[in-house]
């Protein structure tokens, strides 16, 4: 008898509950048809001017180090000749 007392508490915490988000839901539509809160841009429209960094992935760190050592080598040996 005591399992079925204990669902009948919690169904009638539940329902409190509930009836306190529908009166909080209330509430911020009275809120929003009366203008207290401010109508905001859509996401596409905040975020459409900012432009993405170009990530470089690390991959292979050594052999891109090696690379661009052979590459800077190329590149001022024959400054160094001139």
Same mark, same amino acid.
């Given at each position: 008898m005591e399992e079925s007392h204990s669902h009948n508490d919690q169904a009638k915490n539940l329902r409190r509950r509930m009836k306190e988000d529908k009166s909080v839901l209330q509430e911020v539509s009275q809120e929003r048809s009366s203008g207290l809160i401010y109508n905001l841009?859509? =996401?596409?429209?905040?975020? =459409?001017? #900012?432009?993405? #960094?170009? #990530?470089?992935?690390? #991959?292979?760190?050594?052999? =891109? &180090? &090696?690379?661009f050592l052979f590459v800077g080598l190329i590149v001022l040996l024959p400054l160094y000749f001139l």
């Open positions: 841009p859509s =996401r596409s429209e905040v975020h =459409r001017g #900012k432009s993405t #960094k170009v #990530k470089w992935k690390i #991959k292979y760190p050594f052999i =891109r &180090l &090696l690379v």
